[in-house]
């Protein structure tokens, strides 16, 4: 093809991703998202200016050479596109389905400015689902082996990345994991639909292929404390427990039967499989005909409710204390669970759960609310409005409205300072924890974040690690 | 991968089973539990720790097979190799020299408070020992309490075997004629649990019990083992499993636990004739 003008480059549209089509896929947990064909996504990276100073990258927490890799897939060079990425990104497969882009590098991107942004996510997925239905996962090159051991406390974004960066560099790594599956949130959180199973499966093969060492059912804290891995010498470790501790709303009735954390659902529905009852053992509420209520407004929220639709609900609804502007939630996926069915009922509030004699969810009492001043966080402030409770009558509630961090490794290691909310507090710049040879990063340390900040802080932990591998008497 | 050295039945529906674990064998203290997985598909299922054995490096469970996932268990033999064991989680039992400390089994919970009645005792205690079942062949871990305790006394609902009536019966007993009793962990069916706790508050005995509501991950991610103790809510996997009994709400725990029944009883039926041949089969040969 000769090459293309400016003009010409920004007269392409931005390409459509094809996905299965709502009435069909909320019956089933198959992908949404069906992914770039090879024709669309050199049409799309052909909509990229290739910039001489891409600040597309600057939206990157972990620094993708966004327009490089581009550049690549718009010569048919895939393979090419997918090594790129990987030196920036262990795990592209599950970043290009789950990173905010349109928070990030996309929202930086120039063509943006008037029409739309290169659909840079997109590509990232395109590029490595190519490279792993064509070649396998290809292992990257590791540097010769430095005879430095660390270990990696939770298997999730901010583990992986981190055991990725430092397994290249020639150090051995070996990863702890508390469940019995590798991939933390990406493994019992997000569901399905969105991340399928297999990928985090692949992208952990190649990590295996590395050379990294996996295992599963250590709970850090309790099986080993983080002292005890130093004496079973580990020259450092990192820690990326994730935000593993559920918020209730402290509201009466919270204990009924059919009230579950999001975490749990996710957990019973993803990790163990209970959509596929009773081929597998674990259960889930029967969602059967039912009305199903959300509480929350994030990410999370909308994976519940869409797994319970999913699972049969008859009515599914998000209920959220702001407006729908202040919902944390990723655009797409408001906009995916609306093409559903899912109902939103914004700005209203639980007061509290109505239950049976037997102890099972019967309803909802709510309240509904007006924004008022904005609050700390910058949005505008939910306040109740007297006089406006109503009933609703649910059989199951899912309280999806953050977790908090764990307490397992701050308690048990006491020389690990946290702060009052128990997140680890770390250098900034260096994710070093007050307790020598100990760093620390992702959920644990920001609180309930996304994969691809976690695995920033995991990359910067990794280069802190490896400096410190180096001359460890520097702390 | 984890590999069973050994299983028996010890009554009906009970087996016991020594697990190779060597790290949780050295860690485990009493009261504390693992989370088992029997195969790939299975729940995850969590078991107070009956025994360890740390030169051995294996631990026991026992188990009693009432749902799909327990009796799937019991099907399981020596040589045979569990896909998941994750522990020790939770609390151990807090232990000191109370004085006289009763430790009471209802059940299989007789096995569950073994380890703590042998720490018990090693703390100094004079300790007694109420096993309650409901018939004789029930009686579970009567012959190791007698080696630990320096009282047992055995009571069978149906009066086939020891004192006719329920633990608490002996229990009131022994209050009644006098024993001076400083601390009491009660282990079996919430019934019974709460049963004790109510004839001891009045006395202001402290009273333990150990709780085992449906777990998920055992590690405090998902909240499914919520409880309400002193009227706040408690994970039981973290904060737990031991909880001051006279504080506890029984009747939300109880109904918490229903949760699941019209699954459970699913799960039963899909649950393989061809297991429970094997399984009755197995009975039969120990008995
Ligand atoms: S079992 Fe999940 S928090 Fe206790």
Redesign the pocket.
């Known amino acids: 093809m000769p090459e293309l003008t400016k003009k010409e480059r920004m007269k392409i549209p931005r390409q459509v991703m094809p996905e299965q089509n709502p009435e069909e896929r909320r019956s089933n947990f198959k992908e949404v998202n069906l992914g770039f064909t090879e024709e669309l996504a050199v049409m799309e990276a052909n909509r990229c200016l290739q910039c001489p100073k891409p600040v597309c990258v600057e939206g990157c927490p972990v620094g993708v050479q966004i327009r490089d890799f581009i550049k690549l897939v718009s010569e048919g060079d895939f393979l090419g596109a997918a090594a790129k990425i990987k030196e920036d990104n262990v795990l592209p497969a599950v970043c290009g389905r789950v990173c905010p882009q349109e928070e990030q590098c996309e929202v930086k991107c120039v063509t943006g400015v008037k029409g739309e942004p290169v659909a840079i996510g997109r590509l990232e997925r395109f590029v490595a689902d190519y490279e792993r239905t064509h070649t396998g996962i290809r292992t990257a090159t590791v540097g010769a082996p430095t005879g430095k051991k660390v270990a990696i406390v939770g298997s999730g974004p901010a583990g992986l990345s981190c055991a990725g960066d430092l397994v290249q560099r020639g150090h051995s790594v070996t990863v702890f994991e508390a469940l019995h599956e590798i991939g933390g949130v990406l493994i019992y959180g997000i569901p399905e639909f969105r991340l399928p199973k297999e990928i985090v499966k692949a992208e952990v093969e190649a990590l295996k292929n590395l050379g990294v060492e996996f295992k599963t059912n250590n709970v850090i804290g309790f099986s080993d404390t983080v002292d005890e891995l130093m004496g079973e010498g580990y020259d450092a470790i990192f820690i990326g427990v994730g935000a593993g501790l559920p918020y209730f709303m402290n509201i009466p009735g919270e204990n009924y039967n059919g009230v579950y954390s999001a975490n749990?659902f996710l957990t019973r529905v993803n990790l163990m499989k209970a959509y596929r009852f009773p081929e597998f053992d674990t259960p889930v509420f029967d969602c059967k005909g039912k009305n199903v209520a959300v509480f929350g407004g994030g990410n999370t929220a909308m994976d519940a409710v869409r797994t319970s639709k999913r699972l049969g609900a008859k009515n599914a609804f998000i209920v959220y204390r702001r407006s729908e502007v202040e919902m944390p939630a990723r655009v797409e996926e408001v906009h995916h669970a609306k093409e559903e069915g899912i109902e939103f009922i914004m700005l209203t509030n639980p007061l509290e759960f109505i239950g049976d004699e037997q102890g099972w969810l019967r309803g909802a009492k709510l309240q509904k609310m007006e924004l008022g001043e904005p609050d700390a966080s910058g949005r505008r402030r939910p306040v109740p409005i007297q006089g406006s409770e109503y009933i609703m009558d649910l059989d199951m509630a899912v309280i999806a409205i953050g977790n908090g961090s764990n307490p397992m490794i701050q308690k048990t290691t006491p020389d690990i300072t946290h702060n009052k909310r128990g997140n680890i507090v770390v250098d900034e710049n260096t994710m070093k924890t007050s307790k020598k040879g100990v760093f620390a990063g992702g959920d644990i340390v920001t609180g309930g974040a996304t994969v691809i900040l976690a695995m920033g802080a995991g990359r910067k932990a990794a280069g802190a690690i490896d400096e410190y591998l180096k001359d460890p008497s520097v702390w | 991968m984890y590999k069973i050295i050994s299983a028996d039945f010890l009554a009906p529906d009970i087996k016991r089973f020594i697990i190779s674990a060597p790290k949780i064998a050295r860690k485990r203290k009493a009261g504390q539990f693992v989370i088992v997985r029997t195969t790939e598909h299975g729940e995850r299922i969590p078991l107070t720790i009956a025994d360890s054995n740390s030169t051995e490096g294996t631990i026991t469970i026992i188990v009693q097979g009432i749902g799909k996932s327990t009796k799937e268990i019991n099907s399981f033999n020596s040589g045979d190799y569990f896909t998941d064991v994750v522990g020790p989680l939770g609390h151990p039992s807090h232990i000191e020299n109370f004085g006289t400390a009763v430790s009471i089994g209802g059940g299989v919970g007789a096995a569950i408070s073994f380890p703590t009645a042998v720490a018990l005792k090693e703390a100094g205690n004079h300790t007694i020992s109420i096993i309650g079942a409901k018939t004789k062949e029930l009686v579970i871990l009567e012959k190791e309490m007698r080696d630990v305790c320096d009282e047992v006394y055995v009571t069978t609902d149906d009066g086939s075997y020891g004192e006719h009536g329920f633990v608490t019966t002996k229990l009131k007993n022994l209050i009644d004629s006098g024993t001076k009793i400083d601390f009491i962990l009660a282990i079996g069916p919430l019934p019974m649990m709460r049963a004790v706790a109510e004839l001891t508050r009045p006395y202001g005995i402290k009273t333990v019990v150990s709780l085992n509501p449906v777990?998920?991950?055992?590690?405090?991610?998902?909240?499914?083992?919520r409880a309400t103790v002193d009227n706040k809510t408690v994970?039981?996997?973290?904060d737990g499993p031991e909880f001051d009994a006279h504080l506890v709400d029984f009747d939300t725990l109880m109904k918490r636990n229903n949760t699941y029944r019209d699954f459970e009883k699913t799960a039963l039926e899909h649950f393989s004739c061809h297991t429970h041949q094997m399984f009755d089969a197995a009975v039969k040969e120990q008995n």
Not at chain 2, 215 to 225: A, H, I, L, N, S
């Open positions: 749990e | 777990m998920v991950d055992g590690t405090g991610m998902c909240g499914g083992c994970f039981v996997c973290v």
